[in-house]
């Protein structure tokens, strides 16, 4: 799979949807007050407009694009100045989302793994991982409605919730001004 550098923008929901239903405007802002409801009519709508399907990611996919290869608290390292190199987060965010792409970037190249909006997953929320699929993709057997999972923290939280192993969840008709999703383009395996 190939993941967003960026959290997906005011101009790339607009583009798709027709419309921006953020709380803090700006075209480079990070969409936000969209619920997974909402993430997912966007993956949709986007993968009608190419060849390739966009998604959400699942929770094993975007722990480990956020860790790219660490195994620190977060991708920048353990303490509270490697989180402020790479994250918009309660300390630094004067309350509000910030542009994508100002801070520090991860070894894979992606921006804003940390802070600025936290990022739903494709995965329903499953508090152990006995059973969960070896392969990366997306735990999803709960019906519809069940809680999903939300991560990377946002402008709004304090240092523990940007952690790259932390979890929580959300409704999936749940939105916030500090609540936003990246995309995942899938790659089919089959060869030529």
């Not at 790339?12 to 936000?32: A, H, I, N, T, W």
């Not at 940007?162 to 929580?168: L, T, V």
Request: glycine residues 10%; aromatic residues 14%; neutral net charge.
């Amino acid at each position: 799979f190939y993941m967003g550098r960026f959290e997906v923008t005011q101009e790339q929901y607009q583009q798709v949807m027709g419309r921006s239903p953020s709380y803090f405007k700006g075209m480079d802002l990070p969409v936000e007050t969209v619920s997974w409801d909402d993430a997912q009519g966007f993956c949709k709508a986007a993968s009608t407009k190419g060849s390739a399907k966009v998604r959400l990611p699942s929770e094993a996919e975007w722990e480990y694009a956020c860790r790219a290869g660490t195994h620190t608290t977060y991708h920048s390292g353990d303490d509270a100045w490697a989180l402020e190199r790479a994250a918009w987060y309660q300390l630094n965010s004067d309350a509000t989302s910030h542009p994508v792409g100002r801070k520090e970037p991860n070894t894979f190249g992606l921006y804003d793994m940390h802070g600025n909006v936290e990022e739903w997953c494709e995965d329903d929320l499953k508090w152990y991982y006995m059973g969960a699929p070896r392969d990366g993709r997306a735990w999803i057997d709960a019906p519809r409605g069940a809680l999903r999972v939300l991560r990377g923290g946002s402008w709004g939280n304090a240092r523990y919730v940007c952690r790259s192993a932390c979890r929580y969840s959300r409704i999936p008709g749940h939105r916030r001004d500090s609540v936003g999703f990246r995309v995942v383009l899938e790659i089919s395996s089959r060869t030529p």
